[in-house]
Structures are given as C-alpha cells and as structure tokens.
C-alpha cells in the first residue's frame, strides 16, 4: 500500500520481546483505530525471518482492517537502537541478536512498499511516556517527567511540546544502576534474597502481599528506593508532574504511599492509555508542525 502525503492516518507499531502490536492512529483526532489494533506473539530470540514474518503479518492485518491509505510508518522500538537511521544494536541481551546491525527502515519500507523516508523510529520508553502526554496530561502540564516500570526502568522528561528519553535506567544506583532496582528482575532477586524461594513475576508478588509481611516490605522498599532516586531528578528539573507507566504499576497500591511522601507535593499520575501509549507517542511524530 503506498503512501499519501497527506492523509491523516499513520500506521504505528510497538515491538516487545514476545509480541509486535500495530494500528493505525489519527493523528487529526488523535485517536487509534480499534478495528485495526493486530497484536502477533513473536520471540525476540528467533531468526530475522522469523521476526520480520511476524511484523509483517500484524502490519499487514491492520492495514487490511482499516483499509486507509497511510502518510507515515511509526515505530517503537527498544534500544540500544539508532532511531535517526532506523538500525539495530541490540545485541548481548537475550533478544533481537539476529537484526542486529541490520538497516530495519528499509527491510519495513521494502516489506510494505512504503517510501523510506515516512518511516520514523522512537525509543518504545520515550513513546510510551510520550503518548500519554499527547494524547491526555500534556493538554494540562508543560513540564512532565515519566518513568516506565517492568522489564526495564525507562524515563523521559516532557517540557513545552518536546518529549526526550532520558536514559535514567542507566545512571548509577545502590550497588550498580538505577535500572538493576526500579525493575521487574530487582523484585523476583530480592524476595530469593529474603526468602530463598523464586516467583516468575511481579503479579505473583502482588498477590501474596495480603498474608506475607516480607514481600509487603519488598514492595515498601522499592517505593523507597524508586522515590529517592526521583527526588533528585525533581529538585533538578523542577516539573509540575509524574506520569507512572508500565505493568509495575498494576500493583502501585502497595508502594505508592511511600513514592508519595517522598517526592511530595509533586502530583503523580498512573497511565491512563495501556499499551496503545506507544502507539500514541509514535503516531505523534507525524504531528505538523503547529
């Protein structure tokens, strides 16, 4: 399907380690599509051909649900990643070796017979943080900061329009980086620690908390630690608010308190867009210029 300049849809995808999901975004009315939302399981440890069959298919299938021309191809992608050239270097991390290096916006142009140059690539923290702003706070705020909570701990600070990651997973923390401690792998490490037994995700933390005083800590911890490290960044960029994304956030009840007194009295928010943000936050790319 070929491009037209000027039309107001744009096709967008957020690429996980076990699944791609696509539609296609107004970005005129700023609303998604629901009919075109396709989501296709696909491992991130698989062979290139595997990988590009599966986007394809779920591109594919929201192309042919919404049966609109589209002016752009967005994606959010995880790093590291050079987004201004579409090329992947992700390698050493369990998942995506088999693209590594490889030129991702012309195999996408080439696989949907679109223009290179509609292709647009953004962090899939900073697009999540993004849509959210786009699409709902940014309507109230001009100076936002976000954090993503799950697999990884992604940050971006939203200021006057313009949504940037900040790489805080990456600054150190504790023993190491703030990203070893503001994830899913510090919850399941610190309950072994603790207890000497293993749990495969957070959701199984959440729902022993109601009879188990040690994980009620664990969760009391990290609100600790997440709200110390935060205060910082608070004291340095001064925004009017925080925006909590990621699948963490289904068990804030159990550390937000703690994060609240910490960084009072800055507001926080919990998402509001679920996994359409980064769909969201790359649709608005192809925003024009006002």
């Keep these: 399907m070929t491009n037209i300049p000027h039309s107001p849809y744009v096709l967008t995808a957020d690429v996980g380690g076990s699944h791609i999901t696509t539609a296609i975004c107004n970005i005129e009315e700023n609303i998604i599509l629901d009919e075109t939302i396709a989501r296709v399981d696909v491992s991130s440890r698989d062979t290139a051909d595997h990988i590009f069959n599966a986007w394809e298919t779920s591109f594919k299938r929201s192309l042919e649900s919404g049966n609109h021309s589209i002016s752009g191809l967005g994606i959010a992608m995880p790093g590291p990643f050079d987004y201004e050239n579409g090329i992947s270097y992700i390698t ?50 001009n100076n936002i900061i976000g954090v993503t909570l799950g697999t990884g701990f992604g940050s971006a600070h939203y200021l006057n329009g313009l949504t940037k990651d900040v790489n805080w997973g990456s600054e150190p923390f504790g023993s190491s980086i703030a990203d070893d401690y503001m994830s899913t792998r510090w919850f399941l490490k610190r309950y072994n620690e603790l207890t000497g037994n293993r749990v495969n995700e957070v959701k199984d933390l959440y729902l022993m908390a109601p009879y ?31 925006i909590l994304c990621g699948n963490i956030t289904r068990s804030s009840d159990l550390f937000l308190p703690v994060l609240r007194e910490r960084i009072m009295p800055l507001p926080i928010k919990l998402a509001r867009l679920g996994e359409n943000a980064a769909l969201f936050g790359v649709a608005s790319l192809f925003e024009p210029v006002q």
């Design 92 to 141: 050493g991390l369990n998942k995506f070796d088999a693209i590594y290096k490889m030129d991702i916006r012309h195999k996408l142009a080439e696989m949907l017979a679109i223009d290179p140059s509609i292709i647009q690539f953004r962090n899939d923290a900073e697009a999540a943080i993004a849509g959210e702003v786009w699409a709902d706070f940014g309507k109230e705020y």
């Design 212 to 242: 188990d005083a040690v994980v009620t800590g664990i969760f009391h911890e990290f609100g600790e630690n997440l709200g110390y490290f935060l205060s910082k960044k608070i004291d340095e960029l001064n925004p009017e608010l925080l």
